[in-house]
Structure formats: structure tokens, C-alpha cells
């Protein structure tokens, strides 16, 4: 059985970065197209980014490019999210998950989902 | 302000049957890409219930169904239960700079 866990709770300061992990058990790591989403308090789902396996491609939303990275442990089979320059509205579960591979990846349903990681932005 | 417009909110009473719109547009639901529907509970990750516009995933009961038309899809929910009650999102692909990965804004689905 296929699982996505991801790292605790963090609270940053405003212009700060913060890394949100995420492993896979059950499965490797470079089969699945992975995603991240984020989901602030009382808002819907966003998109950050995703990598498609088929191509090697990362790809961000317009909305983060330049503030996001998705970087990957192959032999730890943990992929990670780093945001930079945090602010007040950063503040969101994060969530990674991985598509069905059943569609491409960038139109890929999301079949499995880590827990969620809680991001503070306070000062 | 998403690309794929959904009703902020629903609702219908036990074993009603009730029905959320995710309505797009040309760069996307409209050019043929597959939409996929999420149920969020209070305090839990999203689940897939339906892919590729009308697939059910496994597990999900048959209360639960989707379709596609022209620029727009919709989720159907029948024979209401209480444990319905939780937000739904619609998601599909976006070719303008507003994807290429899209969410609706989410419907609330409230049990009368």
C-alpha cells in the first residue's frame, strides 16, 4: 500500500523559507508524477507545481515561479518543496500528492495524498 | 478567481439528490481536457471520487457520479447522507497561464 508522509508542523517568520517533505513508501519515488497543493484557511485548493516522469519536466504556477522549488531524494524516495519569501497569506496546509498515472501528468487525477503539512507565517 | 467556476454552495436534504456545476470555458474543460472531482471532510486530506469525467475511483460509492458536457461538468450526489456534508472540487488542465493544473473554488454541500 502506497503512502505519502510528510514532514510536521513549521512556523516561519515573514521573508523566510520554509522546505515541506514528503515520502513515499510502497512504491519508488520516480514512477509517480507528484504535485504539491496548498490550501489556506477558509480558501480552495491551489496549485503550486508538479513533475511529470514522462519528460523529467518540473513545472510551477505562474503564481509561485521564482519563489518555489520541487527538488527530489531519489534514494530516499522523499520529494521536497521549498518556498521562499514568505509572507502572512503563505500561511496553508500543504499538501503533496500523486497522480493516478492514468492521464497526462499535468491533467492527472490525484489519487493519493499526504497528510498535509501545516505552514505558519507569523512575526 | 479560478478558471473553472463552481456554486460557492449546495444543499438538500437526506436522500435528496443534488448536483455541482464546474463550468469552464475554450482553454480548458471546453478543449477536451478530463475533469476529476475531490471531496475535503473538516480536518482530512482531499479524496478523488472521480476521474476522467465520469470514472468512479475505487471505493467510492455509486451514490456518486460524473459528467462532462461541452464547457462544463458536474458531479451528481444521490440518496443524501449526512456524512456527505463537506466541500467538493472540481480539477482539470488549463492551457492559458492559468495552468496548466486548475481547481474550482470549491462548493459546500450542506445536509438540511
Known amino acids: 500500500q502506497v503512502q505519502l508522509v510528510q514532514s510536521g508542523a513549521e512556523v516561519k517568520k515573514p521573508g523566510a523559507s520554509v522546505r515541506v517533505s514528503c515520502k513515499v513508501s510502497?512504491?519508488?519515488?520516480?514512477?509517480?508524477?507528484r504535485h504539491w497543493v496548498r490550501q489556506a484557511p477558509g480558501k480552495g485548493l491551489e496549485w503550486m507545481g508538479g513533475?511529470?516522469?514522462?519528460?523529467?519536466?518540473?513545472i510551477y504556477a505562474q503564481k509561485f515561479q521564482g519563489r518555489v522549488s520541487m527538488t527530489e531524494d531519489i534514494y530516499k524516495d522523499t520529494a521536497y518543496m521549498e518556498l521562499s519569501s514568505l509572507r502572512s497569506e503563505d500561511t496553508a496546509i500543504y499538501y503533496c500528492a500523486t497522480g493516478l498515472k492514468k492521464f497526462p501528468a499535468m491533467n492527472d487525477a490525484f489519487d493519493l495524498w499526504g497528510q498535509g503539512t501545516l505552514v505558519t507565517v507569523s512575526s | 478567481q479560478s478558471v473553472l467556476t463552481q456554486p460557492p454552495s449546495v444543499s438538500g436534504a437526506p436522500g435528496q439528490r443534488v448536483t455541482i456545476s464546474c463550468t469552464g470555458n475554450s482553454s480548458n474543460i471546453g478543449a477536451g481536457y478530463d475533469v476529476h472531482w475531490y471531496q475535503v471532510l473538516p480536518g482530512a486530506a482531499p479524496k478523488l471520487l472521480i476521474s476522467g469525467n465520469t470514472n468512479r475511483h475505487p471505493g467510492v460509492p455509486d451514490r456518486f457520479s460524473g459528467s462532462k458536457s461541452g464547457t462544463s461538468a458536474s458531479l451528481a450526489i444521490t440518496g443524501l447522507q449526512a456524512e456527505d456534508e463537506a466541500d467538493y472540487y472540481c480539477q482539470s488542465y488549463d492551457s492559458s497561464l492559468s495552468g496548466p493544473v486548475v481547481f474550482g473554488g470549491g462548493t459546500s454541500l450542506t445536509v438540511l
Open positions: 513533475f511529470d516522469p514522462e519528460d523529467g519536466e518540473t
Open positions: 510502497g512504491d519508488t519515488l520516480t514512477k509517480l508524477s
